[in-house]
């Protein structure tokens, strides 16, 4: 219950930070200005659904922020058992780790060039991002195959039933925000396309991105051990 308390909180933090950073950086007296003005219709549409569809993403996240939440739960109490055998970290999870923060750097890279409407450094920046994020998933499916090469196979205790659960339960969320960002890196190479009309879904997979690799760090410090050293010090300071 402890850890999934601490998961829940580090979720629950970076989704108020994301919060507040778009909260503070709107300027609502400045946007109820704005529309009084005179704007293109296809402006107005662009513009309006971005909050609607932000809450949405913060919500999808809070929802796959309890779901890893309970499987760490429960892989912490499973370790309590008998038949629990601990497991090799591959080397390749360190190139997986830096790949996938490269990513999440590239995308941020990308929605500041978004914002300020440079289409010739946006494009490489999303393809970097996208190219990051496949080699990452690649890795994770080297880093299976080195694992079961080396005898450590699915059922052979919970311990790896876990390990390929989580990985593979990450892996299918990179691979979903992958989607989104295949279709907004094709469209940033359409012809006569405009920075304002990919910024919402730049926005997006970047926020996304930074969520995953949060994700994975807490999973990386849970299957390298730090995640038992950090909560053995939390019961020490709380007893």
């Not at 909260?23 to 005179?38: A, F, H, I, N």
């Not at 920075?195 to 410090?221: C, E, G, K, N, T």
């Amino acid at each position: 219950m402890n850890v999934m308390l601490i998961f829940l909180a580090a979720v629950a933090a970076i989704i108020i930070w994301w919060l507040s950073g778009q909260r503070l950086t709107s300027k609502p007296w400045l946007e109820t200005g704005s529309v009084q003005l005179p704007a293109h219709d296809d402006t107005v549409r662009q513009q309006s659904p971005v909050p609607a569809v932000k809450l949405g993403l913060f919500v999808f996240l809070g929802v796959v922020g309890a779901l890893f939440s309970l499987a760490v739960s429960a892989y912490f109490m499973r370790m309590a058992s008998a038949d629990w055998w601990g497991m090799p970290v591959p080397r390749l999870l360190w190139i997986n780790t830096a790949a996938l923060a490269l990513s999440s750097l590239a995308l941020q890279w990308a929605r500041r060039e978004a914002q300020h409407g440079r289409m010739e450094s946006l494009r490489p920046a999303l393809v970097t991002g996208l190219a990051l994020a496949v080699f990452f998933l690649i890795g994770q499916i080297q880093a299976w195959r080195e694992l079961t090469a080396a005898g450590y196979v699915l059922t052979d205790n919970p311990a790896n039933s876990f390990f390929y659960m989580l990985t593979g339960l990450h892996g299918l969320h990179i691979l979903g925000g992958l989607a989104v960002l295949a279709h907004t890196t094709v469209r940033a190479f359409s012809a006569n396309v405009q920075p304002d009309r990919l910024q919402l879904s730049v926005d997006l997979s970047a926020i996304y991105s930074h969520f995953m690799l949060a994700v994975w760090l807490l999973l990386f410090a849970l299957f390298a051990g730090w995640a038992n050293d950090f909560v053995d010090l939390c019961r020490t300071l709380l007893n």
